[in-house]
């Protein structure tokens, strides 16, 4: 630098002031290095031209607060930004493609959507069920245990946010092959099996310590994920809507509550939106937070009872950015502005410097608004729950953000500044990649290759996972993950939220990374999809949509083409099945030495079902009943795990026709509703044969399945048939005294008697030619899907 | 004593987590149930005031050095001679999950001679070394001194299920058969773990969870009116809760964890 312009303020605190006036961009890059800033050069310069306007120096409280305010992580910037496509101009991907379904459907029992920590929908008139989901993807790679423990207490908090009480969480998770060598690890890398047995323990432990029920998710494994892991968090909560307040004025105080703030977590925005290098264990293991789900425990329940005794008039939590996000984002959300003494703030260690507390994102603290008349009260309820809170400032009604420290000013921004960064342009361009269908003779015996999809470890059973998460806790879990004595798949989870109402929520997900691949936006398009008829298999209806995005560098045409490709199918299916998204979330910057993370959309979805003794599992219950086959079967490989056990990927990938299957859903609905189904299972990976295995061995019964019978639109071979992962389908089972009822209901659906349940403990199904081309035992088939993860 | 007059204590810490499930369960059976926090009930002095004490399930503070410890030094320090009277007085004192652990940690169960000064058993970590959440069988293996499963049949077989990480039963290895045997002396022995045929898991998981000594999942006092279990009964109250209800048509009104809180409740009618 020419001269020196980060210079220490003389007083008894450190405290460094910059000098931005005339700062070329050498300088202004030198000076973001100096601080550890994550800002762009753009920014670095938006930010000297305001300095110079005002013509001060910045404090290094002051460039830190922007540095996070306008972070990826924070603003999204990439997801509000402009995007330039081959096609033209996108204003924004969150307006355009995400928030724009709800915004034409005009769903009445949406009650906040992407406004607030998470979205809400009405439950019952009274309540609202609020739903949340993260990702924590870089801390967990960096720290499995604490990074994915501190991902479940963070979603956690977001539900908190909203005034609900958590009932539910959920976790989807995508690792390397547990089987990679160690030699093919870049160095700085940990091997696959570490992060997964790190990652299971720490979600388990915070969700079991908090006593709230981890009751759905996937685990999926995938080359792409071996540089870079993904840990999607979820939460659920209940609330009565008129506890639901919003209403910060000025004069109310801001209350910081729960557990001290400290060094861990400092820039973890930042990092956030940093790619992974060799180098990522030592410089951002600060970044990573540490956690204490007891400290969370009774933070809950404190803010449970001042939400039920009505003192506060706002809240949040304390997340990415710390208190400079909570502080600046209540305060421009309520148009007011905050006057804060970070010298007040409880401390871990007493030696940090005050911009240091200001976006220290340690964890297991919210931040209230409590009016001064409710303030004793409020304090007198956190010292019952032995929870440490603190008067840190209050909200004013001059819109800045004003920080003490001892008394000294330290920071004075004007918030107008602070919610307006420069919008980002980025450029995107997707290119088809060059792949072509396989062409391979049919194995001989496809009973071993149907136990070798079985055991796959994208199909194999997770039970080892599953078990060590408590998912009944609270007595809410209606429809467990893990269905009755042979611990089958359930397609989604059934709570009861309320002990008078046989009124239930329905959670279900889901994702197909392996499609994107080949196509984004049938990868989207076939998450939606699979989320939907999860939550429609087992009785749930009216369904509530959230996406989650993990992609690579948003700087890169080629990453972003794809990612504009998944949003628009987003947009394009969710609206024609009639499912609004409520809240989401996205996280970029997944790249590391190995390059980008495998493009990755989890589709979570929340549903309602009117009785929960509907609800409907996935074992079949009784010898002599029939099976049906909603839906039609394509010859659509491409991205199957079947493809994959071959050694291809190929070309063609599943698509959905949203008009057919929204058809299929409402009357599927229709006859669970009548008391029709006595078992159901979608049918995802591995296809037909896949899901009447998992249907069988759950239910301890065998079936025969004529492939013959299966509706088609194209003549296919039997190991198509057998493995096809054509989209919104079901495997139904159907007592034969209402068969005649069901068809009638089915009418006009694309639907075939295929089978029938047998007492005997074999699977097999019959060929095209009515040869028979799988005949496996019971015991045979579970011991496979059992095997892999045991 | 009517029901309605009946009154449970749910206690809690920071970090109990099974209490609301528990007190709508005793709720559902008529009586009045209280979630109150420890240090409230020591301020107030409040025990007396209450008919049943239940300590619940849940991660007491963190679970942290030992499972139910440090709650259970809580209690020993500030709770001890209101909780001695009113255990000697024959009121139910249960503890569940980790009610259990701090009901051993405070040597009131096995409490072979009453109260012992330090632990006299263990529930260590599973034998899987991993926390686990199943359905489990139970035998009713008690003779008649524990009152609270007495209007379940004698080898009767129920299901609940258990969610920790550390609930297999120990004694000291050198002691092992000796207090065995003063656990049937004294008709101690309450729950043991079975295989789905009804005969005794002897160790085998998943049967037996945790790999609890002699498939032991819930003992009470030489008085009987002390009672721990690992299992939930509170998660297996109503039929809806059960894991294979949909296989029953619709689902059954209660679950076999009923029996054992109705049990409770039904004592107190009898006794008091």
Excluded at chain 1, 709 to 725: C, K, N, Q, T
């Amino acid at each position: 630098m020419k001269r020196e312009r980060i210079t220490r303020r003389e007083v008894p605190f450190p405290l460094y002031e910059v000098d931005l006036a005339g700062a070329g961009d050498e300088e202004l890059l030198e000076i973001k290095e100096a601080l550890g800033l994550g800002l762009s050069l753009e920014e670095m310069r938006a930010l000297r031209d305001h300095f110079e306007g005002l013509g001060r120096r910045a404090t290094d409280v002051e460039l830190q607060t922007v540095d996070q305010t306008w972070s990826e992580h924070c603003f999204h910037k990439t997801f509000k930004g402009l995007i330039e496509t081959p096609e033209g101009v996108v204003d924004g991907l969150l307006k355009t493609y995400i928030r724009r379904v709800a915004e034409e459907l005009r769903p009445d029992w949406c009650f906040s959507i992407f406004e607030d920590n998470a979205g809400i929908v009405d439950f019952d008139g009274v309540h609202g069920i609020a739903i949340k989901v993260e990702t924590h993807n870089h801390p967990s790679a960096i720290d499995p245990f604490g990074g994915a423990a501190t991902g479940t207490g963070g979603v956690i908090r977001d539900i908190l946010g909203v005034w609900a009480d958590p009932i539910a969480c959920t976790d989807v998770l995508c690792f390397g092959p547990l089987d990679t060598r160690f030699e093919d690890l870049p160095p700085g890398m940990k091997h696959p099996r570490f992060l997964y047995s790190g990652v299971v323990a720490g979600i388990g432990s915070y969700g079991n310590n908090m006593g709230i029920p981890t009751v759905n998710g996937a685990i999926y494994f995938d080359e792409g994920y071996i540089g870079n892991i993904v840990v999607y968090c979820g939460c659920i909560g209940i609330l009565p809507k008129d506890r639901y307040f919003r209403d910060v004025k000025a004069g109310d105080a801001i209350v910081l509550a729960g557990g001290r703030t400290g060094r861990d977590g400092i820039h973890g925005v930042t990092f956030a939106s940093a790619e992974l290098t060799e180098e990522s264990e030592e410089v951002s293991r600060p970044a990573v937070q540490i956690p204490n789900p007891i400290e969370e425990e009774k933070l809950k329940r404190a803010i449970i009872q001042i939400r039920d005794e009505g003192l506060g008039s706002g809240i949040t939590d304390l997340g990415g950015g710390g208190l400079s996000s909570a502080v600046g984002e209540t305060a421009h959300r309520y148009g007011l502005g905050a006057e804060v003494e970070l010298g007040v703030v409880p401390l871990k260690d007493p030696t940090l410097a005050p911009w240091e507390i200001w976006i220290s994102e340690s964890q297991e603290r919210m931040l209230l608004a409590i009016p001064p008349k409710n303030l004793d009260r409020a304090m007198e309820v956190f010292e019952e729950e032995d929870v440490e809170a603190t008067v840190i400032g209050q909200y004013t009604k001059r819109r800045r953000l004003r920080i003490f420290y001892a008394a000294h000013i330290v920071a004075d921004l004007d918030l107008g500044l602070l919610f307006t960064p420069p919008r980002v342009r980025r450029r995107a361009e997707w290119r088809p990649p060059r792949l072509q269908e396989p062409r391979f003779e049919m194995p001989p015996d496809l009973t071993e290759t149907l136990l070798s999809l079985l055991s796959s470890p994208n199909i194999a059973s997770k039970e080892s996972v599953v078990r060590t998460y408590d998912h009944e806790v609270q007595g809410r879990t209606v429809i467990k993950p893990l269905q009755g004595e042979y611990s089958g798949p359930n397609d989604a989870a059934v709570l009861k939220p309320l002990p008078d109402s046989w009124r239930g929520i329905v959670v279900s997900c889901g994702m197909n990374p392996r499609y994107g691949k080949i196509d984004p936006y049938w990868m989207a398009a076939s998450a939606i999809d699979e989320a939907v008829r999860n939550n429609v298999a087992v009785g749930g209806r009216r369904v509530a949509l959230l996406d989650n995005f993990t992609w690579g560098n948003p700087e890169r045409p080629d990453r972003l083409g794809g990612l504009v490709r998944a949003a628009r199918a987003c947009y394009e299916i969710a609206s024609a099945l009639g499912t609004p998204f409520v809240s989401g979330k996205d996280s970029l910057y997944n790249e590391s030495p190995l390059g980008p993370v495998t493009p990755t959309l989890l589709i979570t979805a929340l549903g309602i079902i009117p009785d929960i003794r509907r609800a409907v599992t996935v074992d079949l219950k009784r010898p002599g009943d029939l099976l049906y086959l909603l839906g039609e079967t394509h010859p659509e490989l491409g991205g199957s795990e079947y493809y994959r056990l071959m050694g291809f990927l190929g070309l063609s990938v599943p698509k959905v026709d949203a008009v057919k299957a929204r058809e299929t859903f409402t009357r599927l609905t229709e006859a669970i509703d009548r008391d029709l189904v006595e078992a159901c299972h979608d049918l995802s990976e591995g296809g037909l044969a896949v899901a009447a295995s998992e249907m069988a061995f759950s239910g301890g019964l065998g079936l025969e399945v004529d492939l013959g019978a299966v509706r088609v639109s194209s003549p296919m071979r039997d190991d198509l048939l057998l493995f096809s992962e054509s989209n919104s389908r079901f495997l139904v089972e159907v007592s034969p005294d209402n068969a005649s009822e069901f068809e009638r209901v089915m009418e006009g659906v694309i639907f075939s008697r295929v089978g029938r349940v047998l007492e005997e403990r074999r699977v097999r199904f019959y060929g095209s030619a009515g040869r028979l081309v799988v005949d496996a035992s019971l015991s045979d088939l579970l011991e496979a899907w059992r095997s892999t993860l045991r | 004593m009517r029901r309605s007059e009946i009154r449970v204590l749910i206690l809690r810490v920071g970090g109990t987590n099974c209490d609301r499930e528990t007190a709508l369960a005793f709720r559902d059976l008529g009586v009045e149930a209280e979630v109150v926090h420890t240090h409230r009930v020591i301020r107030e002095g409040s025990l007396p005031d209450y008919d049943v004490l239940v300590f619940p399930g849940g991660f007491s503070y963190g679970d942290y050095v030992r499972s139910g410890v440090i709650w259970a030094k809580l209690v020993e320090a500030y709770l001890l001679e209101d909780l001695m009277r009113f255990v000697e007085e024959g009121h139910p004192v249960i503890g569940i999950c980790n009610g259990f652990q701090l009901l051993v940690e405070l040597g009131l169960l096995p409490g072979f001679e009453g109260r012992s000064p330090y632990p006299e058993a263990a529930l260590a970590t599973n034998a899987s070394n991993v926390y686990e959440c199943r359905w489990v069988r139970l035998k009713n293996v008690n003779r008649g001194n524990c009152p609270f499963t007495r209007s379940i049949p004698r080898e009767a077989i129920i299901r609940m299920p258990v969610a920790h990480g550390e609930g297999r039963f120990l004694f000291p290895r050198e002691w092992e058969e000796e207090y065995l045997e003063r656990l049937y002396e004294k008709d101690q022995l309450v729950l043991r773990y079975v295989k789905p045929d009804g005969s005794f898991a002897e160790g085998e998981y998943p049967h037996n969870p945790n790999g609890s000594f002699h498939d032991i999942a819930g003992i009470c006092s030489p008085e009987g009116n002390v009672f721990g279990l690992m299992p939930h009964p509170e998660r297996a109250y109503y039929g809806w809760q059960l894991p294979d209800w949909t296989r029953m048509g619709r689902p059954p009104e209660y679950g076999d964890g009923r029996l054992i809180l109705e049990g409770i409740v039904e004592y107190v009618e009898r006794r008091f």
